[in-house]
């Protein structure tokens, strides 16, 4: 079975400092993985996703994410926060068989940016 | 991009009655659906697959009866929670993959329930 470990369960930066989010999953091969921005009582928002190819995945609102196999792991980063990027960020996997979109979600990262 | 809604955003329901949540794909045509539900302060959980004009598949713990779920057509999925209780209050969340085959699946902005 597959699954989505995100080891910070907060994070508090300050604006305009750099940013990483850690996410590790397990899987048998390699999945579809994807990172979501949630911001209070919304739905979810995609920030990237990563199929194939190049392992340096570039998002929206100047997030990026880099998949490592070899460590099991999807971090999100940031060069620079901006207050409005607060909010909840999960990390997903998907199942290429199963179409990538049946998805397991880790349990989220707050994120706060202290001005 | 692609839009999924949900309707409502917010509904509150006394205890004993059924809710129906709708999943409607706007611009894109969804054989499939997906519905999440997500405790306070807590990641998403899968509830089931629903696929279009067959049975939903639920996930393990997830009883069928209490949470129908209905995709009668290519944009529309519906979840009803039947005879609520306060423990059903929770934030629910569909998502819509393009019958296109596009390996995203695309999120509606979710519904607040609070049975009372």
């Known amino acids: 079975a597959q699954s989505v470990t995100q080891p910070d369960i907060h994070i508090t930066v300050s604006e305009g400092a750099s940013l990483e989010l850690r996410c590790n999953y397990s899987?048998?091969?390699?999945?579809?993985l994807f990172w979501y921005v949630q911001s209070p009582g919304q739905g979810l928002q995609l920030l990237l996703k990563?199929?194939?190819?190049?392992?340096l995945v570039q998002g929206i609102k100047g997030f990026e994410a880099e998949f490592k196999r070899s460590q099991s792991s999807f971090n999100l980063r940031k060069p620079s926060v901006h207050w409005s990027d607060a909010a909840e960020y999960f990390c997903?996997?998907?199942?290429?068989?199963?179409?990538?979109?049946?998805?397991?979600f880790g349990t989220g990262t707050q994120l706060k940016v202290e001005l | 991009g692609a839009v999924v809604s949900q309707h409502p955003s917010r509904v509150i329901c006394k205890s004993g009655t059924s809710v129906k949540i709708e999943c409607r794909s706007l611009d894109f045509q969804a054989t499939t659906m997906f519905w999440y539900r997500q405790f306070p302060k807590q990641s998403l959980m899968l509830m089931a697959t629903s696929n279009e004009g067959s049975k939903a598949t639920y996930e393990q713990g997830v009883e069928k009866d209490k949470f129908l779920i209905n995709h009668a057509s290519l944009t529309l999925s519906t979840l009803t929670v039947t005879s609520a209780h306060p423990e059903d209050s929770s934030f629910y969340i569909c998502s819509a993959r393009d019958r296109k085959g596009f390996t995203e699946a695309f999120f509606g902005q979710g519904t607040r329930l609070t049975v009372v």
């Open positions: 899987y048998g091969a390699t999945p579809y």
């Open positions: 997903a996997v998907g199942s290429p068989t199963g179409g990538g979109n049946k998805l397991t």
């Open positions: 990563y199929f194939s190819g190049d392992t």
